[in-house]
């Protein structure tokens, strides 16, 4: 049974945040000064168990869920995390599970990961020259050791493998076409993404955004691009193919094209709380009905709600919004 919300956007894609904590620091995200030595993350008792987060999941499945991408913060930094994989692998209507990471820890864990049944891995590389690199993750890793990881993603059977960019003006976008060339030479889809005004504590400006037209424009002038249609309702990059038939590229442009009005997704905090946008200000508990006794149909009934009475269209709505306004941190919910 598939769910529609007010916008009549059917619910098909559930994305699990697993820990809120990550080994890196990206200025975007979880900027150093904020998020020091001294942060307080979430205790462990906190934290939704894997067989909390797996129950959850079949109870969305059978709401109408058939991808799964698990985020965080940094997923591999939560442990064992390949019995998680494994459980969510097991359920009867689950069509994709998928992965995304900063690719540090994935030589330890790619075949690990495979073998327990993810189907899909995403890393976010901002760059391949180190100096960026290592600017904008924090100091906390060379540029070598996510190429390792996405290598070993590579030989453990992964693919079409994904290159996550954010793309920032006068930050990293002068080594946007290398990062493509690389992309292509490997058979990695480079997908780049705008900045976005996730969050209220990565110091987001508008001309701080490169426009994904000009991202396409760039790539474009060096290797002859043309556009391909989606693949399925709500894939939220936009396609492009390279003219010589070697591999494509993707777009995410959520501030210059919002795509709200095909957004099929739902996000489970690390603590159990479910949020209806990247950019919601609040989330709705289900940690706890579900450690109270709540049975799976009034879990579902919960979600049901929730997925029915949402409007939520903040990119479409952005450039007419006054004043700031309180929005949950993109390493709490995943990107």
Same mark, same amino acid.
């Given at each position: 049974?598939?769910?529609?919300?007010?916008?009549?956007?059917?619910?098909?894609?559930?994305?699990?945040?697993?820990?809120?904590?990550?080994?890196?620091?990206?200025?975007?995200?979880?900027?150093?000064?904020?998020?020091? &030595? +001294?942060?307080?993350?979430?205790?462990?008792?906190?934290?939704?168990?894997?067989?909390?987060?797996?129950?959850?999941?079949?109870?969305?499945?059978?709401?109408?869920?058939?991808?799964?991408?698990?985020?965080?913060?940094?997923?591999?930094? +939560?442990?064992?995390?390949?019995?998680?994989?494994?459980?969510?692998?097991?359920?009867?209507?689950?069509?994709?599970?998928?992965?995304?990471?900063?690719?540090?820890?994935?030589?330890?864990?790619?075949?690990?990961? +495979?073998?327990?049944?993810?189907?899909?891995? /995403?890393?976010?590389?901002?760059?391949?020259?180190?100096?960026?690199?290592?600017?904008?993750?924090?100091? +906390?890793?060379?540029?070598?050791?996510?190429?390792?990881?996405?290598?070993?993603?590579?030989?453990?059977?992964?693919?079409?493998?994904?290159?996550? /960019?954010?793309?920032?003006?006068?930050?990293?976008?002068?080594?946007?076409?290398?990062?493509?060339?690389?992309?292509?030479?490997?058979?990695?889809?480079?997908?780049?993404?705008?900045?976005?005004?996730?969050?209220?504590?990565?110091?987001?400006?508008?001309?701080?955004?490169?426009?994904?037209?000009?991202?396409?424009?760039?790539?474009?002038?060096?290797?002859?691009?043309?556009?391909? &249609?989606?693949?399925?309702?709500?894939?939220?990059?936009?396609?492009?193919?390279?003219?010589?038939?070697?591999?494509?590229?993707?777009?995410?442009?959520?501030?210059?094209?919002?795509?709200?009005?095909?957004?099929?997704?739902?996000?489970?905090?690390? &603590?159990?709380?479910?949020? /209806?946008?990247?950019?919601?200000?609040?989330?709705?508990?289900?940690?706890?009905?579900?450690?109270?006794?709540?049975?799976?149909?009034?879990?579902?009934?919960?979600?049901?709600?929730?997925?029915?009475?949402?409007?939520?269209?903040?990119?479409?709505?952005?450039?007419?919004?006054?004043?700031?306004?309180?929005?949950? &941190?993109?390493?709490?919910?995943?990107?």
């Amino acid at each position: 049974m598939t769910i529609i919300d007010q916008l009549h956007r059917p619910f098909r894609d559930l994305r699990i945040s697993v820990t809120d904590r990550c080994n890196f620091r990206c200025r975007y995200c979880m900027p150093a000064e904020i998020y020091g &030595e +001294r942060y307080q993350f979430l205790p462990k008792s906190a934290l939704l168990t894997f067989e909390e987060i797996t129950r959850l999941a079949r109870v969305m499945v059978g709401l109408g869920a058939v991808k799964i991408r698990l985020t965080g913060g940094e997923p591999l930094v +939560r442990q064992q995390i390949e019995k998680l994989v494994a459980q969510l692998a097991a359920l009867d209507g689950v069509q994709d599970i998928a992965l995304t990471t900063n690719g540090y820890l994935l030589p330890e864990k790619a075949q690990i990961l +495979r073998e327990a049944g993810l189907g899909r891995v /995403t890393v976010s590389l901002d760059s391949l020259d180190n100096t960026v690199f290592r600017a904008m993750n924090g100091e +906390r890793a060379d540029v070598e050791k996510v190429l390792a990881g996405l290598e070993a993603a590579a030989q453990a059977g992964f693919g079409p493998i994904k290159v996550n /960019t954010v793309v920032q003006r006068g930050v990293n976008d002068h080594t946007l076409v290398d990062l493509a060339r690389f992309c292509k030479a490997r058979g990695y889809i480079a997908r780049f993404i705008e900045f976005m005004d996730v969050g209220t504590l990565n110091g987001w400006r508008m001309d701080h955004v490169v426009p994904a037209k000009e991202i396409v424009q760039r790539i474009h002038a060096e290797m002859p691009l043309e556009p391909v &249609e989606a693949n399925y309702r709500g894939e939220v990059a936009r396609r492009y193919r390279y003219q010589d038939g070697q591999g494509e590229i993707g777009v995410i442009a959520s501030v210059t094209q919002p795509f709200c009005g095909s957004c099929t997704r739902l996000r489970l905090s690390p &603590e159990g709380s479910l949020y /209806t946008c990247l950019f919601a200000a609040q989330g709705t508990d289900l940690r706890q009905p579900l450690r109270e006794g709540a049975s799976d149909e009034a879990l579902a009934e919960i979600v049901r709600g929730i997925w029915q009475a949402r409007a939520d269209r903040y990119s479409e709505l952005r450039t007419s919004m006054t004043g700031p306004r309180e929005k949950v &941190e993109m390493y709490h919910i995943g990107g």
